[in-house]
């Protein structure tokens, strides 16, 4: 096991959305000043957000939550600590499935009852890995000024009077999460303190055990005696003997296993933990404590003379100069009242001197000499990443590929007759908007959406063309009324050359290229047209981006690719109606001659 359980850059993925207990968590952050939240990320099986505000001091911040622990762990690598939260249904499974993932080093299980058949699996399976299993049925551990599991330690104002808010000298280890608060607080009154603190949990099938506990403690520079909570039941304190005994634990320990009062009764009885019950005369809470006190362990007279025990060895180390005086850090207060925002906004921050781009001040991006470009821009405040050259360049020729294409097509015929109306350019502008959708500019969206998932369920293309025929749906993407095979459209070669020569490789437009061969033997206008390239030219760059399919999902289902779109076409939008302005052009109306009139006298009802 490492020298220290938890240290000040410890984060958790915390399994259930447990709310009050995470608040808990990030309430102890702000108060002994960690700079990160303690917990990284939820796995909440059945939620619908993407995340989860909370307060951090009078602040918010964002949790994301995640549906898997697969998710949430690949999401945040650095989080090396399991939170189990599930049910006793439940924690068994998500534990395993988090064994198999690997790179956590601790794991808490909060349920209570798991069948011992399944607890001895889980516990062995977690030894052979090395991993540190707090519980099954524990509040959890704490490693003071530095990292606290849920509720453990109590309110803020129990955990400050405990001085649980900065490290001590003592290292606890109970099996009860109730008498760990109320040691913790004894502790300090009595002493300095608890340097770590871990209750192992009441089941008697439990991961780590008093001795692996005591045994990380003894290698721990911070703690410079310990305190072993045992009780009646089971034969775990004689192994924390012979460790004495042989020397492997030197520190002072000071012990009591509760539960004496068991021999005053006539048959066993369970003193309310699964484990809490003697099978043996050695179990009993007597004969461990007199075992205990023969090893030259401090062992109390009773449970009441457990303060003065703590004091005599916390005494006796500092006169020692074991123990030194501790500083008392300068812990944050949090605010009495904390009010919820209602906008979160994650691109750009306008408060301080000056505004930023995704962390980027606007004068290190804004002007030619500090090598960002347009692209540099959109990549920042559309994906919050800063791309590579190849990738912003492609932003770039997209933006100017679709910036016009004359003023016959919809949106751009709108824009004028807006223009020529007498509003402005902003009204014009909309107006021309307006028009962008399914049938104009749409189908960037429905090609990435539609040739993505033929390609990612590796259905040959002419078993895709087949799939859009069942589903009633045009390709997106496919067909133009007036460039062909015969005709190329030229922004359509410029676009596929610059991917060609640019992307790291193109599968997903190599494989509308392959529908196109299918499509066009029956009619050659039925090409791959600017809109189908731009789409899987995007899924392309994005999954050479290393996005992963859920998030480009998600650009594609919020509309981003139309955004660029959008952003072109209103070049030339702005175009035309400046165009109509300059020429002075009157109010537009439709000839006659271009109306179909079929009009008839409405019937009388």
Same mark, same amino acid.
């Given at each position: ?87 006793? @249904?439940?924690?068994?499974? /998500? ?37 540190? /299993? ?23 104002? +129990? ?44 089941? @008697? ?10 045994? *990380? ?12 909570? =045992? ?76 303060? +003065? ?107 004028? /007759? ?67 095979? @015969? ?12 991917? +060609? ?70 070049? =030339? ?8 302005? *300059? ?5 537009? @109306? ?16």
């Amino acid at each position: 096991m490492s020298q220290l359980l938890f240290t000040k850059d410890t984060q958790a993925i915390f399994w259930n959305n447990n709310a009050s207990a995470i608040q808990r968590m990030l309430d102890y952050d702000f108060v002994i000043g960690r700079k990160t939240p303690s917990v990284a990320a939820i796995v909440a099986p059945t939620a619908d957000s993407k995340f989860q505000k909370f307060f951090w001091g009078g602040d918010e911040i964002m949790i994301n939550l995640y549906k898997t622990t697969a998710e949430a762990k690949k999401a945040h690598p650095n989080a090396d600590v399991l939170l189990n939260f599930a049910s006793f @249904r439940t924690a068994y499974d /998500v534990t395993m499935e988090a064994l198999d993932l690997g790179g956590f080093r601790v794991m808490m299980i909060t349920a209570e009852g798991i069948p011992e058949r399944l607890a001895r699996k889980m516990n062995a399976t977690a030894n052979a890995q090395g991993v540190t /299993v707090i519980g099954p049925a524990t509040v959890g551990a704490i490693t003071p000024g530095a990292f606290k599991i849920a509720n453990i330690g109590g309110t803020i104002e +129990n955990i400050v009077s405990s001085k649980l808010h900065r490290a001590g000298s003592c290292g606890l280890v109970t099996r009860s999460g109730g008498l760990f608060n109320e040691l913790s607080n004894i502790i300090a009154i009595n002493a300095d303190g608890i340097a770590e603190g871990v209750a192992i949990g009441g089941d @008697r099938f439990v991961g780590s055990v008093f001795i692996d506990n005591l045994l *990380r403690m003894q290698d721990n520079p911070q703690v410079k005696y310990m305190l072993l909570l =045992g009780e009646v039941g089971g034969i775990e304190e004689y192994k924390v003997i012979d460790a004495v005994k042989s020397g492997k634990i030197t520190k002072p320990i000071i012990a009591w296993c509760i539960g004496t009062i068991a021999k005053h009764y006539s048959s066993g009885v369970q003193f309310g933990h699964a484990g809490a019950s003697a099978n043996a005369e050695r179990e009993t809470a007597d004969a461990k404590n007199k075992a205990m006190a023969e090893a030259g362990i401090y062992v109390p007279e009773s449970f009441n003379d457990l303060p +003065n025990k703590i004091a005599d060895v916390y005494n006796k180390l500092k006169s020692e100069g074991v123990i030194t005086e501790i500083a008392e850090p300068e812990i944050k207060t949090l605010p009495q009242a904390r009010k919820s925002k209602n906008f979160i906004c994650t691109i750009s921050d306008d408060r301080g001197d000056e505004a930023t781009y995704a962390g980027y001040p606007i004068s290190s991006v804004a002007t030619p000499e500090t090598g960002f470009s347009i692209g540099d821009v959109m990549s920042l405040l559309w994906f919050k990443k800063r791309y590579p050259k190849w990738a912003t360049n492609f932003i770039e020729t997209v933006v100017k590929t679709v910036a016009d294409h004359g003023p016959a097509v919809s949106g751009a015929h709108n824009a004028r /007759v807006t223009a020529r109306a007498g509003k402005d350019v902003i009204s014009s502008v909309v107006s021309g908007l307006l028009t962008i959708g399914p049938r104009f500019g749409g189908a960037i969206d429905g090609a990435a959406k539609h040739f993505k998932y033929g390609y990612d369920n590796g259905l040959s293309p002419a078993e895709f063309i087949n799939h859009m025929k069942k589903e009633g749906i045009p390709i997106p993407g496919i067909g133009h009324r007036i460039k062909s095979l @015969r005709n190329p459209d030229l922004r359509v070669s410029g676009l596929k050359k610059y991917a +060609n020569e640019s992307f790291p490789s193109t599968p997903l437009l190599d494989y509308a290229l392959e529908v196109e061969q299918l499509t066009t033997s029956k009619k050659d206008n039925l090409i791959l047209n600017v809109d189908g390239t731009i789409g899987v030219l995007m899924v392309d760059m994005w999954r050479a981006l290393d996005y992963n399919d859920d998030e480009i999902d998600v650009f594609i289902e919020a509309g981003a690719l139309n955004a660029f779109f959008v952003l072109g076409r209103c070049i =030339g939008f702005i175009g035309h109606v400046l165009d109509e302005k *300059r020429l002075a052009m009157p109010m537009y @109306r439709h000839p006659f001659d271009d109306i179909l009139y079929d009009v008839h006298k409405a019937e009388d009802l």
